[in-house]
């Protein structure tokens, strides 16, 4: 799945992670959790591809590779720098990453987890400016204040400490940190997820704005497939530890092509409620990462499984230009797909950014 031309910001190729699985007294090594398995995607400058699957498939760790928190088993992830080149993040040095960092940035789920809570929201949005080396408080509180307009939150809140924000705002001042470095590519790990419907669309459409104001691109993870419905351009879907389909939003919310995809379509809200699908319940439970199952890791789940399922790993193919599936009978299938709503959601100009106040 290669794209080679420099509009491609990160390619990530046969990316692997596993854990080692230790027991006894000298914690020999008994078995691996193959969290990703032969991981491989490319996102385009300015554009979001979503990662989309169920709890332990493996999302939150190809994110944390790629930012380089943890260290991949095996694969590459080629980012091209702010500089032009093109460097692979998998092997670099912990002085060779430095300079990368600000460039890569992370949202997390809750942006406050890790931090102190008598830390002010000058500090918090501040830090990572004081870790790259801007001495200058004034200079410093400048930027929190532009950082902080540009996610619709008042400059004048920077004294504040995070319990005095709701949920949403917190979320907003979680952004405002990620954004202090000016990074090129976002990634965001069930950025949206604890919050209410009404506020998680508030904070999809400011990252949707933010993108077009500051070319940003994103990496967007979370489990459910409607979180991502108004912000990618393309989706992925794994299980566990793959890539099982990957395609365009519109192509692969209408024409799904992976059973696994399907399952979770169904569970998709309709936009007209009248419109009723069967909601397909998946039987049994996420295959074990540690011993997946024989052939398609899919199989014990999936009601179209033939025996060549059960012996046979399906191979990721393109079965339509950008569209990929690994599935035997991704040919012969017809599923159910939705609507995904036409074009992604508008983008209006930053003056016309939600404030986070309500
Ligand atoms: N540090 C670790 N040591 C051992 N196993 C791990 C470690 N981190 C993750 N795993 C395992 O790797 C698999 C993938 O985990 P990961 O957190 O990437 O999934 P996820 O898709 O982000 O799930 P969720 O939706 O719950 O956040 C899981 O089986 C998990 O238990
Ligand atoms: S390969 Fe077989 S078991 Fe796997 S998703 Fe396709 S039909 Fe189902
Ligand atoms: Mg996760």
Redesign the pocket.
């Known amino acids: 799945m290669n794209e080679s031309n420099d509009q491609i910001l990160l390619n990530v190729s046969g990316l692997q992670k596993f ?1 080692p699985i230790r027991r006894g007294f000298l914690r020999r090594v008994v078995g691996q ?1 193959r ?1 990703v398995d032969d991981v491989s995607f490319f996102i385009r400058k300015g554009e979001t591809l979503s990662l989309v ?1 169920e ?7 190809t994110a944390r590779c790629i930012l380089r928190a943890i260290r991949p088993t095996a694969g590459k992830i080629l980012f091209r720098t702010a500089q032009g080149s093109v460097v692979d993040v998998a092997t670099l040095s912990r002085s060779e990453l430095q300079p990368l960092r600000r460039q890569m940035q992370m949202i997390f789920q809750d942006p406050f987890s890790s931090l102190n809570p008598r830390m002010t929201i000058l500090d918090i949005v501040g830090e990572p400016l004081l870790v790259h080396g801007v001495r200058s408080r004034s200079e410093r509180t400048d930027r929190v204040a532009e950082l902080l307009r540009l996610v619709g939150l008042r400059p004048e809140y920077m004294n504040r400490f995070p319990h005095a924000f709701s949920g949403g705002q917190r979320q907003r001042i979680g952004i405002a940190r990620a954004l202090a470095l000016h990074p090129s590519l976002v990634v965001a790990d ?1 950025a949206v997820s604890a919050l209410d419907v009404s506020v998680q669309a508030q904070i999809l459409n400011l990252l949707l704005e933010l993108q077009e104001e500051l070319g940003l691109t994103y990496l967007f993870v979370a ?1 459910d497939l409607s979180v991502v419905k108004h912000i990618s351009d393309r989706v992925a879907v794994m299980y566990v530890g793959k890539i099982v389909e990957l395609a365009d939003r519109d192509q692969l919310f209408q024409t799904p092509k992976h059973p696994y995809t399907a399952a979770l379509l169904s569970a998709v809200p309709k936009p007209d409620p009248r419109a009723r699908t069967q909601r397909i319940v998946l039987q049994g439970e996420v295959a074990n ?1 540690a011993a997946p199952p024989s052939g398609c890791y899919f199989h014990p789940r999936c009601q179209f499984a033939v025996e060549r399922c059960r012996v046979e790993a399906p191979a990721l193919q393109e079965i339509a230009p950008g569209h990929f599936v690994s599935c035997h009978r991704a040919h012969e299938l017809t599923l159910p797909g939705v609507t995904s709503g036409g074009a992604r959601a508008s983008r209006p100009s930053t003056s016309t950014i939600s404030t986070g106040e309500g």
């Open positions: 854990f959790v969290a699957g709890s332990g498939c493996g999302k939150t760790t069930e489990h990462p």
